[in-house]
């Protein structure tokens, strides 16, 4: 059985590129290297990472592995981009059993709806349960339509509430 570590990717900036090309923002490149250093300070320092393949998540994992001694083998899955919180257990089972730390570096506010399912399983179920989303984020009921959305919703992301993240 190994350990999840969840990261959300630094702050970014907001050119006018495609979403996937959006980079890290001042405050971004100076975040994730701590973000590196804090899990090195914890003894946290996953031994395998899948990254999403975003500039931003890209560059968050760069500069948080440059913090460690030795960077562990990171697989860049475009599914991270795309996947809503089943999605992401669906790459998750692709982890070894024996991969120890697992560091998976991600978007909002998919990790968290992952966080708040994997919390709220019953320890002895062999695999996460299925996530829908809500507008609360509780990862319990159906999504909202998209009538109750401030914003177009996104596939399998629920409302895009603001800029997505």
């Known amino acids: 059985m190994w350990r999840l570590i969840v990261l959300r990717h630094a702050?970014?900036?907001?050119p006018d590129v495609r979403d996937v090309e959006r980079p890290l923002a001042a405050r971004g490149l100076r975040d994730a290297p701590a973000a590196g250093r804090w899990l090195l300070d914890h003894e946290l320092v996953p031994d395998h990472a899948i990254c999403s393949p975003a500039r931003r998540a890209a560059e968050t994992w760069?500069?948080?592995?440059?913090?460690?001694?030795?960077?562990?083998?990171?697989?860049?899955?475009?599914?991270?981009?795309?996947a809503d919180a089943n999605g992401l257990v669906?790459?998750?089972r692709t982890v070894s059993p024996t991969a120890g730390t697992v560091l998976l570096v991600g978007h909002q506010p998919v990790l968290a709806e992952l966080v708040l399912a994997l919390a709220d399983r019953d320890p002895g179920a062999p695999?996460?349960?299925?996530?829908?989303?809500?507008?609360?984020?509780?990862?319990?009921?159906?999504?909202?339509?998209?009538?109750?959305c401030s914003r177009r919703p996104r596939p399998g992301r629920g409302c895009a509430r603001g800029r997505p993240g």
């Open 11 to 14: 702050k970014s900036a907001w």
């Open 62 to 82: 760069e500069l948080a592995s440059a913090e460690w001694p030795e960077a562990p083998p990171v697989v860049h899955d475009p599914r991270v981009y795309e």
């Open 127 to 148: 695999a996460p349960r299925p996530v829908t989303r809500t507008s609360t984020g509780s990862g319990r009921s159906s999504p909202p339509a998209p009538s109750q």
């Open 90 to 92: 669906d790459v998750l």
